[in-house]
């Protein structure tokens, strides 16, 4: 069994920053990727970033140069470092990890941001 926590969230203005963070407990042997995803009220989950065991990167193009994805591997641990937020930014945001068992998710973390 494989537990994800996130934290960080909150209620910020426009132009404004905060800092997820989600950390993995439980079972876990290796994992070979984490990311982010969000959900905004009546729209369908969408991935937002991703970093692997070996430090590669990708993002959604849209927070490109506003969010950095970052991780501790010894503390499987990922963060999600978030700039210049914008109200289109507002939703909840999961994690995940991919591990060679299967994949597992956090219960998710409110980000609002105001205009």
């Known amino acids: 069994q494989v537990q994800l926590v996130e934290s960080g969230g909150g209620l910020v203005q426009a132009g404004g920053s905060l800092r997820l963070s989600c950390a993995a407990s439980?079972?876990?042997?290796?994992?070979?990727?984490m990311g982010w995803y969000r959900q905004a009220p009546g729209k369908q989950r969408e991935w937002v970033a991703t970093?692997?065991?070996?430090?590669?990167?990708n993002y959604k193009d849209s927070v490109k140069g506003r969010f950095t994805i970052s991780r501790d591997n010894a503390k499987n641990t990922v963060y999600l470092q978030m700039n210049s937020l914008k109200p289109e930014d507002t939703a909840v945001y999961y994690c995940n990890a991919m591990l060679v068992s299967g994949s597992y998710w956090g219960k998710g973390t409110l980000v609002t941001v105001s205009s």
């Open positions: 439980g079972s876990i042997f290796s994992i070979n990727s």
């Open positions: 970093i692997t065991s070996g430090g590669s990167i």
